[in-house]
T-cell receptor
Framework: GDSVTQMEGPVTLSEEAFLTINCTYT??????LFWYVQYPGEGLQLLLK?????DKGSNKGFEATYRKETTSFHLEKGSVQVSDSAVYFC????????????FGSGTRLSIRP | GAGVSQSPSNKVTEKGKDVELRCDPI?????LYWYRQSLGQGLEFLIY????????KSGLPSDRFSAERTGGSVSTLTIQRTQQEDSAVYLC???????????FGPGTRLTVL
C-alpha cells in the first residue's frame, strides 16, 4: 500500500543552520504531497503542499519539490530559527481530491540559540 | 472564523469502559476525518465522512471503534470496551468538498488505565 518514509529524529541544529529533512514515498497513481508541522502544545498545521510532479511548495522560508523520478519530497530551509522547533510530518493523499492522509512517522527538530 | 473543535480535551477512563469523543468541524466543510496519534503507531487514519456518501471505515482498528456524523456536521467517535492500547491522541480534521487541504482540531488525549 501507499506509504511515507522520513528521516528519523531528533534533529538538533544551531540557529541559522541549513535544514534538510528527507522524505520518500511509495504510491500508485499520482499522489499529492504535504509537509505538516506540530509546534509544542499546538495542533497539526499544513506547512506546504505540492500536487503534481516538479511542483515546489513553499511557506515561511521552507521549501519542498515534488520529485516523481526519485519519489521524494525533501523539506529544506536555508536558515532556521529557534521558533522552527517542532515536529514535522511528511504526508500524502493518494488522489488529487479529498481523501485520507497517510503520514510519515514525524521528525522532531530542535534549534539551539 | 472558528476552527475545528474537539471535546473533551482530555479523557481518562478505566479499561473496559466505553468512551465518546466529539468533533465539530469548520462550518461548511463537508468532509470530516478521524486520525489517531500514538507513540507506537504514529499518525493513523481511522475513518472519513464525505457528505451523504458511505464513510470510508478502512482505518478502524477493530469493531470496538465506530463513528457517526449526524446532520452532516458534528461527529462522534465511540470506542467500546476500551483497552490500554487505545491510549492516544485522537485528532479530527475537516475540509471543503473535494479539497485536499485538511484542517485539524487540537485533539482529545485519551488515557486508558
Amino acid at each position: 500500500g501507499d506509504s511515507v518514509t522520513q528521516m528519523e529524529g531528533p534533529v538538533t541544529l544551531s540557529e541559522e543552520a541549513f535544514l534538510t529533512i528527507n522524505c520518500t514515498y511509495t504510491a500508485t497513481g499520482y499522489p499529492s504531497l504535504f509537509w505538516y508541522v506540530q509546534y509544542p502544545g499546538e495542533g497539526l498545521q499544513l506547512l506546504l503542499k505540492a500536487t503534481k510532479a516538479d511542483d515546489k511548495g513553499s511557506n515561511k522560508g521552507f521549501e519542498a519539490t515534488y520529485r516523481k523520478e526519485t519519489t521524494s519530497f525533501h523539506l529544506e530551509k536555508g536558515s532556521v530559527q529557534v521558533s522552527d522547533s517542532a515536529v514535522y510530518f511528511c504526508a500524502l493523499t493518494p488522489y488529487s481530491s479529498a481523501s485520507k492522509i497517510i503520514f510519515g512517522s514525524g521528525t522532531r527538530l530542535s534549534i539551539r540559540p | 472564523g472558528a476552527g475545528v473543535s474537539q471535546s473533551p480535551s482530555n479523557k481518562v477512563t478505566e479499561k473496559g469502559k466505553d468512551v465518546e469523543l466529539r468533533c465539530d468541524p469548520i462550518s461548511g466543510h463537508t468532509a470530516l476525518y478521524w486520525y489517531r496519534q500514538s507513540l507506537g503507531q504514529g499518525l493513523e487514519f481511522l475513518i472519513y465522512f464525505q457528505g451523504n456518501s458511505a464513510p470510508d471505515k478502512s482505518g478502524l482498528p477493530s469493531d470496538r471503534f465506530s463513528a457517526e456524523r449526524t446532520g452532516g456536521s458534528v461527529s462522534t467517535l465511540t470506542i467500546q470496551r476500551t483497552q490500554q492500547e487505545d491510549s492516544a491522541v485522537y485528532l479530527c480534521a475537516s475540509s471543503i468538498s473535494g479539497a485536499i487541504e485538511q484542517f485539524f482540531g487540537p485533539g482529545t488525549r485519551l488515557t486508558v488505565l
